[in-house]
């Protein structure tokens, strides 16, 4: 029924056994992500934009994270999302049931967070995902979901593009580098809603398991909970991304290309008691059917030999679902 459900039920005195996966909300360590001002990339002074690309090269660099302020997603829109996301999380089990628990590559597929590496493990969250480019697909409930979903996944996707811009301009490439080695132009986007309702026990489950993320490049957005934590110089740092920012990491896809050059760092969601916490992520990447390995340009072969495997997109997304990796990154499986 979900976890929305159960914590609904009234009926939760205690957590079922097959939740526990006890979570660090301890020892953290306080610092910034850096910020990137998409402003001042997109439409700054040649000193200005050469100012961004440079912090954004350095973030890539030493956090594989980065949050974008002044960006061009409106904030209308964003609030539109997070609203039609509310709605769907509220239909009845029946409606949802249409979407439930199919198979991985279904265009749309809900239900409840699952850990199959850790002894079966539930995770303390609700979620909704959906393939929505080179094909666009949306549940048909609530109505309004298909035309806010559109209009918000093509805006994300024209910030995606303007970032990598940005990244491959780091790389010491042309701005469209990435753009063309990875046929962004008919690359797979997912987006992903979470829905992490508060629980009684924060410390005795986890929203989601440490991980790294497929693909080239995620843009995440959330209410106004926190929740999300990153894995930095082997501590747990929480982020507090300022509203209606975005929170930006390279994936997998990234580190591959670049040779480890732009790791794809690891990440996790801890729960509270009190609030319900809710994200959307659109994740960027090449189409499924492209191998991807380290790039020609961003491979020496005297210093720096090729040190990942070529893969299918599709076969990647596979391993790594089959492999719930025990708060590791799947790119361990493709290490050479
Ligand atoms: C993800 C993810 C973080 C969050 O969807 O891969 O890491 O805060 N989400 O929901
Ligand atoms: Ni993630």
Partial sequence: MGIKGLVESGYLNSIPPEFVFPSNLNDLEVEEVPTVDFSQLTAG???ERSKAIQVIGKACREWG????????MPRRLMDEMLNVGERFFDLTEEEKQDHAGKEL???????TGFNNGLG???LWRDYL????HPRFHAPHKPADFRETSEEYCKKARDVAEELLKGISKSLGQEENYIHNKMDIESGSQLLVMNLYPPCPRPE?????????????LTLLMQNDVCGLQILHNGKWVPVNPPPYSFLVNTGDHMEILTNGR???????????????RMTIAT????????IISPAAELVDSENHPPKYQGMKYRDYIELQQTNQLEGKSCLDRVRI
């Fill in 45 to 47: 002074t040649p000193d």
């Fill in 105 to 111: 590559f279904d265009p749309i597929r809900c239900g």
């Fill in 120 to 122: 079966n493990v539930f």
């Fill in 129 to 132: 995902k959906v393939h929505v």
């Fill in 204 to 216: 005795l489950v986890m929203g989601m398991p440490p991980h790294s993320d497929h693909g080239i």
């Fill in 283 to 290: 994740g960027h990447g090449p189409p499924l059917g492209a």
């Fill in 262 to 276: 732009y790791e794809s760092v690891v990440h996790q969601v801890v729960v509270n008691s009190n609030a319900t």
């Fill in 65 to 72: 994270f980065f949050m974008v302020i002044n960006h061009s």
